[in-house]
């Protein structure tokens, strides 16, 4: 069993930055990848990136290309998303999520966080 916790979300202006964090608890060696989703009220989720955490590879969507940046702690076991140039339109729970496999930007992943929120006033 794997067990995520996010923490970081909040509230900015248009223009502003946050930094979400996923820390992952435990059989956490098993994890081969870990993914940002969100979820605006009346909307699908939606992936936003993943990583590889043996490699480090990792993709985003094409929404976020160039303004989030996903990243990893090995050693703290903990993912983060930086989000730079954030729009209203980026206002949405965030949740993070990891499997054993690797699907992806897909929301086919046996564990999820609770979800943070993000606000983005204009």
């Known amino acids: 069993q794997v067990q995520l916790v996010e923490s970081g979300g909040g509230s900015v202006q248009a223009g502003g930055s946050l930094r979400l964090s996923c820390a992952a608890y435990?059989?956490?060696?098993?994890?081969?990848?870990m993914g940002w989703f969100r979820q605006a009220p009346g909307k699908e989720r939606e992936g936003v990136a993943f990583?590889?955490?043996?490699?480090?590879?990792?993709a985003y969507a094409d929404s976020v290309k160039g303004r989030f940046t996903i990243s990893q702690d090995n050693a703290k076991n903990t993912v983060y998303l930086q989000m730079n140039s954030l729009k209203p339109e980026d206002t949405a729970m965030y949740y993070c999520?990891?499997?054993?496999?690797?699907?992806?930007?897909?929301?086919?992943?046996?564990?999820w966080g609770r979800g943070t929120q993000v606000t983005v006033s204009s």
């Open positions: 435990g059989y956490t060696y098993s994890i081969n990848c």
């Open positions: 990583i590889y955490t043996g490699g480090g590879s990792s």
């Open positions: 999520a990891a499997d054993f496999a690797s699907p992806g930007l897909t929301p086919a992943y046996n564990y």
